[in-house]
């Protein structure tokens, strides 16, 4: 029997791109590390080559393996490893990862959390897979939605964590460009920048990341936006952002938004899944109920003076601090995993 602390948490996940929900997971392990939790990462599949998130992860000295190293399978293997090294409990992030483990909760006993981040209805079998994760959530021990729409879409009452980013190191940008970060798919709505770019001539936008829509979109965009193609690292690319434009069809709470707001970066969003929580209108960002309406506080923003960007950006970078960081969120996360003893061996690192 393995000598591993019990208290060792286990998040797990299916990653083939470094997107939001890979973004979320490096944030929390890293904010558990900071708080002293010991934390290891599984990745279900090793796909054609090695994850971003699994590079990440080991640039921060956070234990990572994959599930499917050996001939076995992976559940079979997960199972094993349970049985081994008894951890904690599971956190699992998308859809396959949450299936997979609440099926080692049913097999092992092991305390099993599931966060469940889409907010849009997908297509084809991964629809199936959705479905089967949905009305299996009365399996985990807790399921975490990370906005109303989600939790309405589940049949069992969930929890709320806001999302959060270390925000212990973050230099204010200086940048100046409009900018859209994100896959460019249907739901983030990469079209609507490109509909704001025809309304605004006289302004230059930025767009941060690839997609399938990618082709159709660099056809149709006007001279006036510049396609800067799928981004590993945005960590130079922030400083050179001055507005970040979100305009999703449907969202949880994206971590984008966090990243550029705890940066000084205004964010320009439609009111959608749980931004309304982070945003207040015309204090440290704008929040609009239609295209009509963004474009309107796009030209806002564009005849802003000093002032009035200084204390935006202030309030920005206070709103993160004070409810979005690690800081603020961990410690909360902390008193669900370990209800009896975290008070007691877990400390928080000032």
Partial sequence: MSTKSSNQVWLIIDSFTFGGIETHLLELANGLKQHQA????WLIRRYDS???LATKLRDADIEVEYLDQTNRHYIRYLLKQIKSERPALI???GYKASIVSKLARVVTGVRQISTYHAGETPNGIVWLYDLI???SAFLSCHSIAVSEKISAKLPVKTLAFNNFIDDRNLTPSRGKSIAFVGRLSEEKGPDRIVDLAQ??????FEIYGGGLMEEQLRKTAPPNVTFHGHQSDMSSVWNKIGLLIICSRYEGLPMTALEAMGRGIPVLALNVGNLSHLIVNNDNGFLADSMTEL??????????DDTQLLAMQTSAINTIKQAY????VIPQLLRLYFPSSYQSDFQIEK
Avoid: Q, T, W, Y
């Avoid at 010991?38 to 990462?41: A, L, Q, S, T, Y």
């Fill in 38 to 41: 010991p934390v290891k990462v």
């Fill in 50 to 52: 090695e994850s971003l």
């Fill in 91 to 93: 956190h699992a992030h």
């Fill in 133 to 135: 994760d949905r009305f």
């Fill in 199 to 204: 309304l605004n001539k006289a302004l230059n």
């Fill in 295 to 304: 474009n309107g506080a796009l030209a806002e923003f564009a005849a802003f």
């Fill in 325 to 328: 960081s690690a800081e603020a």
